[in-house]
């Protein structure tokens, strides 16, 4: 029987020195992800570090035009902060259809990127609201763009005794607007079988900006690239919003697995796109259109 060490950590001084002296020591946050892939014989680390109860990871402050939010902090408490709802409503919203209740006390926002799964909720709407994270080991401090530090499914570029400290979103501006949507079997209860998370900058009538992002239908969470250069510098209709989601659907490279085929989630690409667009297209600047409750 596998038999694993806890260490409850009460500074980040703590984590780094529980972290560092065992080479398979895994850092934990809520667990809701690393505790089913250990009961599955996935992962077997013989030590884990639990970094929930850190204080300096659990803070959500407004900082020089950004969000900065503590990568312990609950899914829940980032749905329903009125600084994450005002300045970063995208990640609010994906948060917000994040599992179930107790998934979301206990999961974390640092957990759903540490665990890099290509379908995580909040990932796809932190990818299009321009999101950093700050990751820290006892070597030194770093920021890494959200959408770079994604390498395949259940990896990132951080080694394994660096910690994402904090999630650092940028103010969302007066003439954006974002939406998210995503599609699972039991509703915001399951994993994504596809999510969508659009940020669109509009300057009288026409889209400036467009920053596109699609989970579970590549190894990691992608932008859609050629969608966005379709839309970017254009007036919207309802013309160019269904060729936009076309393209999506066309540049997104999805498989085939227990939740869907890869034709069915190309499908879904474009439909939830021209869902989230036209919301966007049509609804005010500055709100978040597309949330499911
Ligand atoms: C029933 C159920 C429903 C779910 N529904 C959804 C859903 O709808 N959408 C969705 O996206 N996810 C869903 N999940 C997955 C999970 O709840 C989320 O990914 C959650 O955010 C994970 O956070 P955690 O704190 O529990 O992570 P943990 O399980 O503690 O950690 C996950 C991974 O991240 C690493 N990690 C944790 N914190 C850090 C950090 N600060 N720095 C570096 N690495 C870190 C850990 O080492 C581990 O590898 C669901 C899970 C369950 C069990």
Not at 156 to 165: A, Y
Not at 210 to 239: D, K, M, Q, W, Y
Not at 271 to 282: D, E, G, I, P, S
């Amino acid at each position: 029987m596998l038999k694993t060490e806890f260490v409850k950590a009460r500074s980040l001084e703590e984590a780094f020195c529980a972290i560092s002296d065992r080479a398979d020591a895994s850092f934990v946050a809520g667990g809701t992800d690393l505790f089913v892939q250990i009961k599955e014989g996935k992962r077997k680390p013989s030590r884990l570090v639990s970094v929930r109860e850190v204080p300096e990871l659990l803070g959500i402050d407004l900082q020089r035009g950004s969000v900065v939010i503590g990568s312990a902090v609950p899914l829940s408490d980032v749905a329903s902060s009125a600084v994450v709802a005002g300045h970063a409503p995208l990640v609010a919203d994906a948060c917000l259809q994040i599992g179930s209740p107790q998934v979301r006390n206990r999961g974390t926002i640092g957990g759903n990127i540490g665990n890099a799964s290509p379908a995580g909720d909040s990932i796809t709407a932190l990818i299009a609201s321009g999101a950093r994270i700050r990751v820290k080991s006892l070597a030194g401090e770093r920021e890494i763009l959200l959408e770079a530090s994604f390498l395949g499914p259940g990896k990132t570029v951080l080694s394994p005794d660096e910690l994402i400290t904090a999630v650092v979103v940028p103010v969302i501006q007066d003439h954006t607007r974002v939406a998210f949507e995503k599609y699972a079997l039991r509703g915001g209860m399951d994993i994504a079988i596809v999510n969508v998370a659009i940020s669109l900058d509009m300057v009288d009538g026409l889209v400036t900006d467009a920053r596109i992002a699609l989970g579970a239908v590549a190894p990691t969470p992608i932008r859609a690239v050629e969608a966005e250069r379709t839309i970017r510098g254009n007036r919207p209709s309802s013309s160019l919003i269904e060729e936009a989601a076309r393209v999506a659907a066309r540049e997104c490279c999805p498989i085939d697995d227990v939740r869907g085929t890869a034709s069915y989630r190309r499908h879904l690409v474009y439909v939830l796109t021209k869902r989230a667009l036209a919301k966007v297209c049509q609804g005010n600047v500055g709100r978040v259109w597309g949330c499911a409750r």
